[in-house]
């Protein structure tokens, strides 16, 4: 009888060990990061940037899109421009994990913006697809820009489609 108090409480150890380990292989199945690609023609997920501006000394040559794989280039031609208030720091962007598509549209006083972004995985190319949008004459001129940050699992080719209205 003595034989069987101390039995039956490694028994319920046993168990309940083993049970801990299936839990904690679950876990581990649940936190992996194991991410597949999109099918051909699906939307990519990205992250637009806030609070960057087109450096001034980036002539009107570098208008279009840009595939950006170094912090080094992308400071080249971006700079942040920190504002007060929650939301006010530049989005962080890390170039081991992460590539920037940027969009650079020609100065202008007409109000420009770059609107309606949507990105696809089409086989081995990335294809971009946004609106020009140039609104009422204002005082002042601005260079729009938009900047997407991309998880580089989802590298490709780029190639973009702008569609332009006045």
Do not use: H, W
């Not at 001034?56 to 840009?66: A, F, M, R």
């Not at 530049?90 to 940027?102: C, G, H, M, S």
């Amino acid at each position: 009888m003595k034989y069987l108090y101390l039995l039956f409480p490694l028994a319920i150890v046993s168990l309940i060990s083993c049970n801990q380990t299936q839990n904690n292989k679950e876990a581990t199945t649940a936190d992996s990061t194991i991410v597949e690609q999109p099918e051909a023609g699906a939307d990519v997920p990205f992250t637009e940037a806030r609070n960057y501006f087109v450096n001034n000394t980036v002539g009107e040559d570098k208008n279009g899109t840009l595939k950006i794989e170094t912090q080094e280039a992308f400071n080249e031609l971006f700079s942040p421009a920190t504002t007060m208030g929650e939301g006010g720091k530049p989005t962080e962007i890390d170039f081991k994990k992460q590539f920037v598509i940027a969009i650079i549209s020609p100065t202008s006083d007409l109000n420009p913006s770059i609107d309606s972004l949507s990105l696809k995985k089409i086989n081995s190319d990335l294809v971009l697809e946004f609106k020009e949008t140039m609104g009422d004459k204002q005082s002042f001129s601005t260079r729009p820009a938009a900047i997407l940050i991309v998880d580089k699992q989802f590298d490709g080719n780029l190639k973009a489609d702008v569609k332009s209205t006045l």
